[in-house]
Structures are given as C-alpha cells and as structure tokens.
C-alpha cells in the first residue's frame, strides 16, 4: 500500500532489506544475496507507479525464498554442497505466482541440507542462529527464512514442511508459520524431500499477511498432478465452536513453560466463548516412528538422482563412472542425508519392506483416521509445536533420536496432510519464544488463519 499511495519507493525498500540482510551476516540467514536483479526489479516497480500502470498485490515487498525453490536467480542448492553451482533453467510455481504479483527476492536462505532436520544446523554452509538469542537454533529445516521474518529483514519468507520446517522454526523465532493442507500449493520446481508429507508454506508476522500469500499461491497447477483444485478463497463463514487439546501430549514431555502458555490461550479462548475440550488421539505416539520410516524411505527415492552427472556438485578424484558415482554422492551429502538415504533404502529392502514400510503406510492410515474422528468432535485442535523451546547449538547434533524427538508434535500433521498454523505464544522467563499450533480438518486453511486472530 504505502508504495502503491508513493510515501516509500520499491527500491527504498529493497535497499533497506538488503542492508539490513548485510548488517545480520552473522546470524547465517542468506545463502544468496540477489542485490543487483531485486533492485532493478523495484526500480522497474517504481517506474510503473511513476506511470500510472497497474502494479500486483505484492508490488515491491521485498521476501525471501528458502533455498530449494527453483528459480534462474542464484544457484539453488537446498543449502548442500551436492548442488553448489547449480543453476535452475525452470521456476518454482510459487515463485512464479508471488513474482507477478510484482513481489521482490532479495535472497534465497539457509536450511538444513535437503530440508533434512530440526535446527538448521546440518546446512553445508553452517548453522543459521536463533533471533532471540545467538547460542540457540534458529529451528529447521527452514531456519535462515524464519530468522529473515524475525529479524524483520523481509516482510514475508517462504518454506517448506515436510515434518514441521515450518513451524517449528517459526515458533523458535516467535512469528507465523504456515504448513497448508497436503495439495494446496503446487510443490512444482521445489526441490523434493518426502513427496506424500512435503508442503510449500510461507513465514509471516500476521495472520492477514498469511492469508494474502495463500490466496496468491494456492491452486491447482497441471505441473503437480497432487494439487487440489482451488478452495482456499471459498471458506465459508466461521462457525467454530469446540477446540480440542489432545490428552495424551499433556505429560511429562513438554516443558512446563509451553503447558502454561497453552492453558493461557485456552482461558482466552474459553473467555470469548469457546469450549475447550480434552480429546484423546493414542495413535499420535507412533507418528515420529511412522515418518521416519516413510520420509526417508522417499527421501532415498527422491535423493537418487543426484549422482553427478546431471546437477551441481561432481568430485573429481574418479576413474570410473561407478567411482564417479560413489566419490560425487559420498563428498556431497552431509552425514544426516546419508543416514536417510541408508535408513531408507533398509526399510524398503525386500527382506525388511513388509516388517517396516508396509506396517508404517498401515499406522499412517489409522493416524488419518484418528484425525477424522477428532474432528468429528471438536472443530480445531490447539497443541505446542514442539514439546521445547529453542535448544543450544551442539546439543543436540551428534545425537540424531534426540532431535528426532523433537519432531514429535509436528510430524502427524503431514502425515495426515492436514493444516497446521504456528502461532506466537509468549516468551520462556529466559526470553525465548514460544509457538502454539492450530489444526484444523483438511482444507480448513482460510478459515484457520482467520481463526488465529482469536489468540491474538
Ligand atoms: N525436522 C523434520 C525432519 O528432520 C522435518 C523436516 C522438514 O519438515 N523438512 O525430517
């Protein structure tokens, strides 16, 4: 608005982004500065508004983009050294759609290696930090974009979310994190890590920013044959009545300081009027084990192609083609994509495929039941986002079931593909953040980001 009425120019904008993205180079946030293009494409803004054209929704907003969506500016190298040097002939469709809408990159940002992780600190470039304290993660896999929105460097970032990169992070910063239902965003030109859970979402600093980039982005698209047609813009009116707290979360597991937040928000939504009802959802205990036996078992599919030959990175210490192979895939993965593509190619080994895969598809099948029948009971579910705060860097690295662990609450959700908003929740009495997540029924996303403002 402000550059469409003239009180601030597209490349003031844009050159303050880039400023201040220059002044946090310490915090890991960018992988890739798009300086000279972002400022010709706000001046080439500024030109239109100068002449009286019509300009989009998004004219001059300044963004950044996870780095593993495709697109010709920079290389995109889903932060792994596997894909260093690799530049896209092709456009992500989300990109695509944010970009006529005349919205600006100013640089593509930091996760973990493939989007594999929860602290952004299995990146080939080095760990992003935590916006409200430097010695803690900034959260994963989509940490460098969260810490973007945070530090208010952009107005909005992109992500992904496979298992929680989305909110998770976006929790650990204290902003808005959006994973849509399962199909909502075309997942075209975004570099794959699970196909069945993987979800194209955003990072904001309200739920109305959330909903213009939705509406924007959403939509059926012939490039992914997974998406559903458009429904985003037809939510019906808000009729919700009953929001859910799941039973059997509320133990030990989370800290005490998210179980207090959460009472908190369920007395503000009880004083305007809702019920809070306990609703029990055993099956949830064995999401985490179900998605780390199907994510990576499609991890180990989808990692496959990168052999060398036809993208970035190629070790040239070979003699042969199978060493070329072996040198290119053992130098360019980091160690927690190897172990996926190992625990992956196990679980659907034929000796192992029914014992493990086969029994993981089945339990996922009844967690997506489990989550029809809850909301045959209540209309949206409150739970954390996961059952800590942000933790130290190191600590958790060398110990892949503890950060694992910290999946727990975030994971279900893509297995059942449906929508989860993170929202702001408070601070820790050491001053970190807190994030709360909302789930509503399958393409419910509109209605849920419109409801976020009750917890305000
Ligand atoms: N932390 C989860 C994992 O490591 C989720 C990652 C993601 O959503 N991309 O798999």
Same mark, same amino acid.
């Given at each position: 608005?402000? *550059? ?16 201040? #993205?220059?002044? &946090? #180079? ?28 019509? @300009?989009? !929704? ?5 963004? $950044? ?24 002939? *092709? ?11 005349? $919205? ?35 959260? %994963?896999?989509?940490?460098?974009? #969260? ?5 208010? +460097? ?45 979800? /194209? ?38 009729? *919700?009545?009953?929001? %859910? ?12 300081? +998210? ?30 084990? /179900? ?18 030959? !036809?993208?970035?990175? !190629? ?17 360019? &993965? ?5 172990? !996926? ?15 493990? &895969? ?25 739970? =954390? ?8 860097? %190191? ?15 975030? @994971?279900?959700?893509?297995? $059942?593909?449906?929508?989860?908003? $993170?929202? =702001? #929740? ?24 419109? &409801? ?5």
């Amino acid at each position: 608005m402000k *550059i469409a009425n003239k009180t601030v120019s597209a490349e003031r904008l844009v050159r303050d982004a880039l400023e201040k #993205a220059k002044y &946090f #180079a310490d915090y890991h946030i960018f992988t890739y500065l798009n300086e000279a293009v972002a400022i010709e494409k706000a001046r080439e803004i500024d030109r239109k508004i100068a002449n009286g054209e019509k @300009v989009g !929704r998004l004219a001059g907003v300044p963004y $950044a983009l996870k780095d593993n969506f495709l697109s010709p500016e920079g290389q995109t190298t889903a932060s792994a050294h596997i894909l260093e040097g690799f530049v896209s002939p *092709i456009t992500a469709t989300a990109v695509q759609k944010l970009e006529e809408e005349g $919205a600006i990159m100013i640089g593509r940002t930091n996760l973990d290696a493939f989007a594999h992780g929860s602290s952004t600190e299995n990146s080939y470039f080095g760990p992003t930090l935590n916006a409200f304290d430097k010695e803690r993660v900034a959260g %994963g896999s989509s940490g460098g974009s #969260a810490v973007a929105v945070a530090l208010d +460097i952009v107005e909005f970032a992109t992500g992904t979310d496979t298992g929680g990169s989305i909110r998770q992070p976006a929790s650990f910063n204290g902003i808005y994190g959006f994973k849509p239902t399962y199909g909502c965003i075309s997942r075209y030109g975004v570099v794959a890590m699970a196909s069945s859970t993987d979800c /194209v979402g955003f990072f904001t600093k309200s739920p109305d920013d959330m909903d213009i980039l939705m509406s924007i982005t959403s939509g059926q698209d012939e490039k992914d044959m997974t998406t559903l047609p458009n429904y985003y813009d037809k939510g019906s009116e808000q009729n *919700i009545k009953k929001i %859910g707290i799941i039973k059997d979360f509320d133990n030990d597991v989370v800290n005490d300081e +998210i179980r207090e937040a959460l009472k908190k928000k369920c007395d503000l939504l009880s004083s305007k009027g809702y019920e809070i009802t306990e609703i029990e959802m055993p099956t949830l205990k064995y999401a985490l084990a /179900v998605y780390y036996i199907i994510v990576p078992a499609e991890v180990a599919s989808n990692l496959s192609r990168y052999d060398g030959i !036809r993208y970035g990175f !190629r070790s040239d210490k070979s003699t042969s083609l199978e060493e070329l192979y072996t040198n290119t895939r053992s130098e360019g &993965f980091m160690p927690e994509n190897k172990r !996926r593509i190992m625990i992956g190619n196990f679980v659907l080994s034929s000796g192992f495929y029914d014992a493990y &895969f086969l029994k993981a598809a089945k339990a996922r099948t009844l967690i997506v039941e489990e989550y029809n029948k809850a909301f045959s009971q209540v209309d949206y579910i409150l739970t =954390p986002v996961s059952p800590n705060p942000a933790f130290k860097l %190191g600590e958790k690295i060398n110990d892949p079931i503890a950060m694992y662990l910290e999946d727990m609450m975030s @994971v279900s959700l893509n297995l $059942a593909g449906v929508p989860g908003l $993170a929202i =702001p #929740a408070g601070t820790t009495k050491a001053g970190l953040p807190i994030g709360l997540q909302l789930v509503g029924p399958k393409c419910s996303d509109k209605k849920l980001i419109e &409801f976020a403002k009750e917890l305000i």
